[in-house]
């Protein structure tokens, strides 16, 4: 396959209709996500553009305990199936700027010239067994399908939350059983650059 058509596979996997209006089970998120989705940096992450599968199945674990949040448990619970599903909807329709002609690992800088979040984003340490980043989550963290949500221009304290809850298995609702794994091998300070670099990427 070439580079154009994967591109074009990768973005169409990810594709859902727009939306013209927010539902109304919506107004409760827009305090901490934003009409644009785009959340907030320390309150609430980027949810505009991720595949709705992806937002509904978050919703759930938030209403059945599989993840622990103080705010977004109670939220969560608010919504029936039909909320959970039109809420999903709006913000996967929502726009989000990408990188333009986001970058494969072979069309990278070798690593000697990659800042330490871009390395181990690109290239991993397979001598720790730790792969990249882009492997799953799609070049310069794009997302891919319906699993891998997009990592680019999320907020980086997010991400490094994320991490850490993965690594500390207070977040364990990985359907591949991927995450934890991976970022149990990662340093604090690993987590921090990876985090400040796919925040770098796009995302308003």
Known sequence: MNRTRLWGALLGLSAVPALAEMPPQAAVCISCHQASGLGMPNLAPSVAGMPASYLAEQLRHFQNGERDNAIMKPMAMMLD???VEAVSQWFASLPVSLPQDPAFRGEKPGPDQMAPGEK?????????DLPSCVACHGPEGVGVGEVFPRL????????????KAWQSGSRATDPHGL?????KKLTAEEITA?????????GQ
Do not use: N, T
Not at 194 to 202: E, K, T
């Open 81 to 83: 199936d039909a909320g």
């Open 120 to 128: 181990l984003a690109y290239q991993g340490d397979w001598q720790r």
């Open 152 to 163: 680019a221009g999320q907020h980086a304290d997010y991400i490094e939350s994320q991490l």
């Open 179 to 183: 995450m934890a794994p991976v970022a």
């Open 194 to 202: 990876v985090a400040s670099y796919f925040a770098s990427l796009g």
